[in-house]
């Protein structure tokens, strides 16, 4: 069987490197970037002496609502640069004079598809599959991020790092002046051709557009259509680049349940960030800070599985991709948020070290270290973890790339557990082929065992009408990465204790077609998607068969409709809800399902987002409504209601209503003072929560953070506990 699993991998990985190759379809411009001899005052303004001697970057193309015209709104860019920042000068003009803009709030790491914003991607090693981007918006409000995985699937936003801007609003246009530290971007100091691409966001006007075209299927963070920036000479290294960034927290809280009086706790920490080189990170921590400051929204579940939350913490943020994207995002071999963290506990973190970045154009390697305390609770002593990856690109976008990861307890040499595995990743080189193949195997005390390993292959191909994916995935029933992400692999009985671990096999095809009519419409979508789970005899016993069509209109609203046949094995009783009241026995159900979605024009004050869906649920019916309303002040913020609906009726006599409420205020008093609030009315879980937190960012990435919880049992509202935290954050750059 083992034999059969590797020919079948190894064929799909030849059959992707045959592609791999396929032949860009469209021209990219190049750029000319020049040292600038006079000094750049960064004052929204276009007179100084280095603008008027920089190389223009114009005749931007549309990417929406159509990607094969001139844009409509015209934008200009400038570069530049000195011994220490990378410049840049957009000009954003506008069709009309004093034209409003779509601006959401004035907080940090906005979403560009709901904001008007000018973007520019970097690749400074010229692999067209990891970069950086920044953004900014008409009222100098800033975001940032990282690019991976050629930026097909748009960008990581949790990274943040210290740049400068400032923008001047004009009656004609506004002019955003932005200044990047060399320090901030890893580059190799020998590279004299880099890629870039810049993106204008005119939503008033329902336009997108970018310097170098990309069809308007393809994210426009996708590096494989970037244009050129050539250096008259590679930029340096900037010399010595740390940064520290000391924590200190103070908490106030009491617990209700326990009649505990009022407790306070202080701590303190710290991170660190050395250039090893100019493309090489050092990151060591030292009981590093992983509380959150933003409060996690809560969700209705109604799987059987747990629910993934992304990675927010710092100390895991850079090159994140070297050690969390391995496998898929169900099958992880390396979860960082299983660090540090325990059934919902925090295990303090001693110290850590991580060592991550290219070694040159086509290396890249991650080396990550870190120690946790012992844990009373599970019986475990100090933990380490180790995990260690490498990254090899070949001629092209596509690459190759190993994992091993080592959890130990060092207290006792026979709990452990290892996971070694290879993956290879397809990225043709006109964008059009991506794929992901990976064969990974897990070490556990006892020695070798059947069934110890996972495979998985995804295909996809994309044109500008056509989509079609292919996914299977392998998991062994004694495959086991305790910090992994694995959520299928574990049956868990009513009471959530695991009862056993399955073998199962996935297979996920998909094909989409895209239509463009014209007029007001600006596409629209038929899709073709299943999901299968089976056994390891190929016996399935769960799956879902989906029909979609989704309409997109160039105001930004659209609307759809999916239709579902769905397959679901229950192999022990289990209620479904978790609440207690349902029990659903052993058994095989087939039902079906309808949905309805749609959304309003986002550029208006109010907005709407509904999705409604009926249908059979086992052994009954239910009917789901999942809507958010918002009224935006721009540029300030927003006051808005989301509100969750599960209304079951598994039998004649049982009826189950769930509902999710969640009023919200978002607010920016400046472009460095944020409050903002939330209330959580959740009946699954049955708790009312209620958060408040006030930001000030006093610094560059340095934060002063005040919040504030409180939760309630519902529905007598008995108070459970509350909490006052005081959390400064001071990020000092050498």
Not at 50 to 63: K, N, V
Not at 629 to 635: A, D, G, N, Y
Not at 641 to 653: A, C, G, K, M, V
């Amino acid at each position: 069987m083992k034999m059969l699993h590797a020919k079948f991998l190894a064929l799909l990985v030849f059959w992707g490197i045959c592609v791999s190759g396929y032949s860009a379809q469209f021209p990219r411009p190049n750029l000319n970037i020049k040292k600038s001899n006079t000094p750049v005052k960064l004052d929204g303004k276009t007179d100084d002496v280095s603008w008027q001697e920089a190389q223009i970057a114009g005749d931007f193309i549309q990417q929406f609502p159509y990607d094969s015209s001139r844009s409509q709104t015209r934008t200009q860019v400038r570069m530049t640069y000195d011994g220490q920042f990378l410049y840049i000068l957009a000009e954003c003009f506008n069709r009309v004079e004093n034209q409003e803009y779509v601006v959401r709030s004035l907080k940090r790491d906005f979403d560009e598809t709901l904001n008007d914003a000018f973007q520019i991607m970097l690749d400074p090693f010229d692999d067209e599959y990891n970069g950086f981007t920044f953004m900014v918006s008409p009222y100098n409000v800033q975001g940032e991020g990282l690019l991976t995985n050629g930026g097909t699937y748009g960008q990581s936003r949790n990274w943040d790092n210290r740049w400068f801007s400032t923008v001047e609003r004009l009656s004609d246009r506004w002019v955003a002046e932005i200044a990047i530290p060399f320090k901030t971007l890893r580059f190799n100091p020998k590279n004299a051709r880099w890629s870039v691409n810049f993106a204008r966001y005119d939503w008033q006007n329902s336009e997108v557009s970018c310097w170098s075209p990309i069809p308007r299927n393809f994210s426009l963070t996708s590096l494989a259509f970037a244009g050129k920036l050539l250096w008259d000479a590679p930029p340096k290294k900037t010399g010595l680049n740390v940064s520290v960034i000391p924590y200190g927290i103070t908490e106030l809280n009491q617990d209700f349940t326990t009649n505990q009086g009022l407790q306070s706790r202080f701590d303190a920490g710290m991170d660190a960030k050395l250039a090893v080189s100019s493309s090489l990170n050092l990151d060591l921590t030292v009981n590093p800070d992983f509380s959150q400051a933003d409060v996690d929204r809560q969700v209705t579940n109604l799987t059987r599985f747990s629910i993934y939350f992304p990675e927010q913490r710092q100390f895991f943020l850079e090159n994140s991709d070297l050690f969390g994207q391995f496998g898929f995002s169900k099958i992880r071999p390396f979860f960082s948020r299983q660090v540090g963290l325990r059934n919902g506990r925090r295990i303090p973190i001693l110290f850590g070290a991580r060592l991550s970045g290219k070694v040159n154009r086509n290396w890249r390697v991650g080396l990550l270290n870190i120690t946790t305390a012992a844990d009373s609770l599970s019986g475990t002593g100090r933990e380490n973890f180790t995990v260690a990856t490498f990254q090899r690109q070949f001629k092209g976008r596509s690459n190759i790339g190993g994992i091993l990861v080592n959890r130990q307890d060092l207290e006792n040499p026979g709990n452990f557990n290892r996971v070694a595995g290879i993956d290879y990743k397809l990225a043709s080189k006109n964008g059009r082929w991506n794929g992901i193949f990976f064969f990974h195997r897990s070490f556990q005390p006892g020695g070798a065992q059947a069934e110890d390993y996972a495979h998985a292959s995804f295909l996809r191909y994309d044109d500008a009408n056509w989509s079609f994916m292919w996914n299977h995935e392998y998991v062994g029933k004694n495959y086991l990465a305790t910090t992994g992400f694995v959520p299928r692999q574990e049956i868990f009985d009513g009471a959530q204790n695991i009862t056993r671990r399955l073998t199962y096999w996935r297979v996920e095809p998909e094909i989409q077609y895209r239509w463009y009519p014209g007029g007001k419409v600006s596409m629209v979508e038929h899709g073709l998607y299943a999901s299968v789970y089976t056994d390891s005899v190929f016996d399935p016993n769960e799956g879902i068969y989906n029909f979609n069509t989704q309409v997109n209109f160039k105001n930004t609203s659209y609307f759809g409709v999916n239709l579902n046949h769905n397959q679901t094995r229950l192999m022990f009783p289990i209620d479904i809800t978790l609440t207690g009241q349902s029990l659903l026995p052993v058994g095989n159900y087939i039902y079906n399902d309808f949905s309805v979605y749609a959304r309003s024009d986002v550029r208006r004050k109010i907005t709407t987002t509904t999705v409604a869906s009926y249908g059979d649920f086992y052994t009954g019916q239910k009917f789901s409504l999942n809507s958010s309303l918002q009224f935006r002040l721009p540029p300030y913020g927003l006051v808005g209601i989301n509100y969750t609906l599960d209304d079951l009726r598994l039998s004649p006599s049982q009826r189950i209503v769930l509902n999710l409420i969640g009023p919200q205020l978002d607010f920016s008093f400046s472009r460095s003072l944020f409050f903002s609030a939330i209330a959580q009315y959740n009946d699954q879980a049955k708790n009312m929560n209620v958060f408040a937190r006030l930001q000030w960012r006093f610094l560059p990435m340095s934060d002063v953070f005040l919040v504030y919880t409180d939760n309630y049992q519902t529905p007598d509202l008995t108070r459970k506990n509350r909490a006052l935290v005081f959390k400064v954050v001071w990020w000092f750059t050498a």
